[in-house]
């Protein structure tokens, strides 16, 4: 009798073993794993998969920390309606359902949640499973600056879910492009600059293809270059990057941390480690932050949504934790926790980022600019460059690009950036004595109603960079005669060696121009060539002759200082209106008006000045040595208000002077040129 029952038992097995062979699952059957029949067709993809030319370059692929206008899930959920409730504060959340009986569904326990549905639409299409991150579009921009769609066959046979982002373009209104390379979005992650990385998933899956040829594919199709392909240090079925690790910023990523006792410790400190040594698209090394996952939990399977970081929690003791490491590494955003639904549990493999994706703002300003990082020679200005992408085909306002800037944590100020060429725009924050540390954001806007920030979010998590003396300096670097106790002691500057090396000092000029009489009254040092060793100081005391009656020729000099390094230059002007009032000349003070608008310049500016009488009027440009390069006026003028262009040529960059001569004043304002 047992034997029967058992031979029994084994036959219904035996029945239900094949006739589930047969029967293809039901779309809520599907696993984040593969399935028996699809392990069996793991590398087949698609048949139906057509590929298109690329994009037309140059490319961008846009990152998930970049503007993003909506969110893309699927119905029945992985996500509790909660979070969809959250999202729909700041975003379009698109639920892609079968047919209008389940958006009827949907909107009903939308509407009871307490949805924003006007933060809703809908995408009608069949799909196979809820993971929208894994098959879900990654977006680019062409070189036209328009937003379109990467696709790629999907690396599980599920064809609904692969037919998804040709669907979202067409509800978009985006181009679509079909790249094929077998892939996910969970193994994929992108900085927005250029680099992308994956495990090595990506190359299991495509064995019909070389190294090179995917890495060209990435190339061509998503302007990634380089493409960083890692071991996965999980050790687990799915090799999912988002399972361990996570762009935060062109310069940060987030990576799991876990306890020596760990069986995977090793390999996930030395991934940690390989990202620390690697440079990012700023040109310095990522920045690595860690995050506690001692008993594998999802924490880096976060969604980042513009200012908001939502990120998969699970009711332990760590939670607090992982909050904390994303406020630490992402100052400034909203950092949610947020717990899985009973039915669909957050699990080490497979959390809130496989269940969601970003749909890109399509019409987005984004600002490329390579900031400055470390220490930074302190002897110049600073010089900024930026490039601006305004998706919308919509102009920028040339007078919102703005540098936003402070030192040593002081107040911020601004200056505009000007327009150099095409979408290229050029700004100087001033230079600033060694030691200071100055923290940075641009901005713009343009006229579609967009705006940017680089980095996001601006003020809260500037760019950061601490000015330093790398060679012999001047302090002050200009002597400036303002006052007649100022020429009857004199101005003295103080040369000292910032390197950790000594410098060969040469010589330093003696006496100014002809029409400039100034000459070194003393000087500290006793004969040359002199030695200065690292971080010794030498001082230089200049004095000027009282005029008796007539005005100096030059107003402005340079006082040279020679070493082995170079040259180095000490700015040396007078007060105009010193000499007039010592000569006993009578004038009006500040009477004259003068400016130059866009300050600084590229090619050209407009220069205004208003007389109060007739005067002969003297207009010109100087150098830093008070060579005169252009004259832009010379004759008798009536009173009244003056605007003519000065084109700067083939001139280089740097400090120029425009200077104003009347028959009672002289004025001098300061310009910058810019290349």
């Not at 410098?503 to 004969?527: C, F, N, P, R, Y």
Request: charged share 15%; proline share 6%; hydrophobic share 40%.
């Amino acid at each position: 009798m047992k034997k029967f029952y058992l031979t029994y038992v084994i036959f219904i097995l035996f029945i239900f073993h094949a006739s589930a062979q047969d029967k293809k699952p039901e779309p809520w059957q599907y696993g984040h794993w593969l399935s028996a029949e699809e392990a069996l067709q793991k590398y087949q993809g698609p048949i139906t998969f057509q590929e298109t030319p690329p994009p037309t370059g140059p490319v961008r692929n846009v990152a998930e920390f970049d503007r993003m206008q909506g969110v893309l899930v699927r119905y029945p959920f992985g996500i509790p309606i909660e979070l969809i409730k959250q999202m729909a504060e700041g975003v379009m959340v698109t639920t892609i359902v079968l047919n209008s009986a389940q958006q009827a569904t949907v909107t009903s326990q939308y509407q009871a949640a307490g949805v924003n549905m006007a933060h809703c639409n809908f995408l009608l299409a069949p799909s196979d499973s809820y993971w929208t991150r894994d098959y879900g579009p990654w977006f680019e921009s062409d070189g036209s600056n328009s937003i379109g769609i990467v696709d790629f066959p999907y690396n599980r046979n599920r064809p609904n879910d692969d037919e998804i982002p040709k669907r979202v373009a067409e509800m978009l209104g985006i181009p679509w492009y079909g790249m094929n390379v077998i892939h996910t979005g969970g193994n994929y992650m992108t900085d927005g600059m250029g680099i992308s990385s994956s495990t090595t998933l990506v190359w299991d899956e495509n064995p019909t293809q070389t190294h090179d040829s995917i890495a060209n594919k990435v190339r061509n199709y998503l302007g990634i270059d380089p493409y960083l392909v890692v071991q996965d240090p999980n050790g687990t079925y799915i090799d999912h990057i988002d399972c361990w690790g996570k762009y935060l910023a062109p310069d940060k990523i987030l990576i799991r941390k876990v306890p020596p006792s760990h069986p995977q410790y090793a390999l996930i400190e030395a991934t940690a480690s390989y990202y620390a040594s690697t440079p990012c698209s700023y040109g310095y090394n990522y920045r690595v932050f860690r995050v506690n996952t001692p008993d594998d939990q999802p924490y880096s399977n976060s969604l980042i949504l513009n200012n908001k970081v939502f990120v998969p929690i699970m009711n332990s003791s760590w939670d607090d934790s992982a909050i904390a490491a994303y406020q630490a590494a992402m100052p400034g955003y909203q950092v949610s926790g947020i717990i899985g639904s009973s039915s669909t549990p957050w699990v080490s493999t497979d959390a809130l980022h496989c269940r969601a994706m970003g749909i890109a703002d399509i019409g987005q300003l984004y600002i490329r600019h390579i900031p400055l990082h470390g220490n930074v020679p302190a002897q110049d200005n600073f010089l900024l460059t930026a490039d601006l992408v305004p998706c919308s085909d919509s102009a920028v306002y040339s007078d919102s690009v703005l540098i936003w800037y402070r030192v040593n944590s002081g107040i911020y100020q601004k200056i505009n950036m000007v327009n150099t060429s095409g979408l290229h725009y050029s700004g100087m924050i001033p230079k600033q004595p060694s030691g200071s540390i100055i923290q940075y954001y641009l901005y713009a806007a343009d006229k579609s109603g967009h705006n940017a920030m680089m980095p996001l979010m601006g003020a809260a998590d500037p760019f950061t960079f601490t000015a330093i003396y790398t060679d012999i300096t001047a302090i002050p670097d200009t002597l400036w005669f303002r006052t007649a106790a100022d020429l009857i002691l004199g101005k003295a500057t103080r040369l000292h060696n910032y390197t950790t090396a000594s410098i060969l000092l040469d010589s330093v000029q003696k006496e100014g121009h002809a029409g400039m009489g100034w000459w070194v009254d003393s000087l500290s040092v006793t004969s040359f060539p002199h030695m200065m060793n690292a971080g010794d100081s030498e001082y230089v005391h200049v004095r000027l002759p009282i005029p008796l009656s007539l005005d100096p020729v030059y107003w402005i000099d340079t006082m040279n200082v020679y070493s082995e390094l170079g040259v180095h230059r000490v700015i040396i002007m007078i007060n105009s209106e010193l000499y007039t009032s010592i000569a006993g000349t009578s004038g009006k003070g500040n009477s004259l008006r003068l400016y130059n608008y866009p300050n600084p310049f590229t090619g050209s500016t407009s220069i205004h000045y208003q007389l109060k009488e007739r005067t002969t009027v003297k207009l010109e440009v100087m150098n830093t040595v008070g060579k005169e390069v252009a004259v832009l006026a010379a004759s008798v003028q009536d009173a009244g208000e003056y605007t003519l262009s000065f084109n700067a040529g083939t001139l280089p960059a740097g400090i120029y002077y425009l200077r104003i001569i009347t028959e009672k004043e002289t004025v001098t304002k300061k310009m910058m040129l810019i290349r």
